[in-house]
């Protein structure tokens, strides 16, 4: 392997570690980035949907946390945009976590990966992200919490 192949694969590694919160509610939206941080991720928070797409196309997060209800662009248009983006172009194709409070039909619809049902279990967002990115370095070996309340996590 040369250096240049070396540096290549870290910077895909370092990619594949971004994770994109859009949450316009900046409580949450850092405790999020916290579970995010001690999972061993790189946590980068939009608090509005444009900055969402924004970034998203931008810095090419591995996995996208976002809120339904975002002020400027909701998540399903952020959703949509980017599948719309992978469709036209062959642009990235995050995994999607959906965070909403709405009806889980509304919510499915959206286009999401997995919908999380807000008020959620932090050892929900936990197993997720186990399941969504490749193990990060000693920090996701300490979380081995499962699935407190397997209502609270829906597939669409």
Avoid at 34 to 62: C, K, N, S
Avoid at 126 to 143: D, K, M, N, W
């Amino acid at each position: 392997m040369t250096a240049a192949t070396s540096t290549h694969h870290a910077e895909e590694a370092m990619e594949r570690a971004l994770v994109l919160i859009a949450e316009d509610e900046e409580p949450l939206a850092e405790t999020v980035a916290f579970i995010v941080r001690e999972a061993g991720y790189t946590p980068v928070i939009a608090l509005h949907g444009r900055q969402a797409l924004e970034l998203a196309r931008a810095r090419h997060p591995a996995l996208l946390i976002v809120d339904l209800m975002l002020p400027y662009l909701d998540g399903a248009a952020v959703i949509a945009a980017l599948r719309e983006d992978m469709k036209s172009n062959g642009a990235f194709a995050p995994a999607i976590i959906l965070m909403t409070g709405a009806s889980p039909a509304r919510a499915r619809a959206a286009g999401a990966d997995v919908v999380l049902r807000k008020p959620f279990h932090l050892a929900d967002l936990e197993q997720l992200l186990r399941r969504f990115l490749a193990p990060a370095p000693v920090a996701s070996q300490v979380l081995t919490v499962g699935v407190s309340d397997p209502a609270k996590v829906e597939r669409p």
